[in-house]
């Protein structure tokens, strides 16, 4: 890659499996990295809770802000005040449960020319109901790889790969707190303004693992805590089952539709 470009991959410490993957995956296609330790939302003081949460929205959606969510919220928020610290033009940020494309340095040297001033821009996105990307606004900077705009802002979910520029990580870091959304909540963040836009990769350039996430969506309960064992010691025939489920679930969030621009988009 001729354009030196930071890579930040946020996992759990712990999550030496996952991290031995990573290093190998990104040592074959020669993408040099760093980690960021995600924040244990478990480990978290009631203080700091108060400190850093919107209680009420806690209270509104206790079973959406967990304290995974709420580490997960807080890592992604370190990492902007990181890239702020450093002065960096722009990042690429990964959760740890990534895959990605054979061309993906070749590609992401292709995008670069092509960011906003502020802008987010997702690699791998995912929606409960088809995503709408408006084909008029498609820009081919490397072919198949297209730049879209969303005709519903509300629909993306999943921060697990997304290039973020400096100025939307200035912007957003300051509409984070207190948190009151995930950190993938898009949608919420636009409309606060935290950034000017948000566009998507189509195809897109990164994929995931089938196995549950580790950084967000396990929560501290004794299902969260078994299901974790599961993954971890892939117990015959749970482990392959849940992979088998979560892998119809992903396609079927995956899935893309595109669409001529309407009056009703709310990305232009």
């Known amino acids: 890659m001729t354009v030196n470009i930071p890579v930040f991959v946020i996992s759990l410490k712990s999550s030496l499996e996952r991290r ?14 760093e980690w960021y330790d995600a924040m244990y939302g478990k480990d978290l003081s009631e203080d700091e809770i108060a400190k850093y949460c919107n ?9 959406w802000l967990t304290r995974s969510a709420i580490g997960c919220a807080l890592s992604h928020y370190n990492i902007y005040k990181e890239v702020l610290r450093r ?4 990042a690429i940020i990964f959760e740890d449960d990534i895959v990605l494309k054979k061309d993906f340095q070749k590609t992401i040297e292709a995008l670069l020319p092509q960011l906003r001033k502020s802008e987010v821009i997702s690699l791998f996105y995912q929606s409960w109901e088809p995503l709408k990307l408006i084909s008029d606004s498609a820009i081919e900077f490397y072919k198949p790889y297209k730049l879209h705009d969303l005709a519903d802002m509300m629909q993306p979910i999943s921060a ?14 300051e509409s ?13 963040f636009k409309k606060q303004g935290a950034f000017e836009s948000f566009r998507c990769v189509y ?8 196995a549950k996430s580790t950084i967000q969506y396990l929560d501290d309960n004794w299902k969260g805590k078994l299901m974790k064992w599961i993954d971890k010691n892939k ?3 749970v482990y392959q089952y849940l992979r088998s489920v979560r ?4 396609q079927k969030m995956m899935n893309v539709e595109i669409i001529e621009k309407t009056k009703n988009a709310t990305n232009a």
């Open 235 to 237: 117990v015959f025939p």
């Open 247 to 250: 892998r119809k679930n992903r």
């Open 160 to 173: 697990a790969a997304y290039l973020i520029t400096h100025d939307a990580c200035k912007t957003l870091s």
């Open 203 to 210: 195809p897109r350039l990164v994929d995931v693992m089938d």
């Open 55 to 63: 209680m009420e929205a806690i209270k509104n959606s206790p079973n």
């Open 176 to 188: 984070i707190l207190p948190i009151k959304y995930t950190a993938d909540s898009w949608g919420e």
């Open 20 to 33: 031995r993957r990573l290093e190998e995956h990104f040592k074959k296609i020669g993408l040099a990295f």
């Open 87 to 90: 002065d960096l033009p722009y």
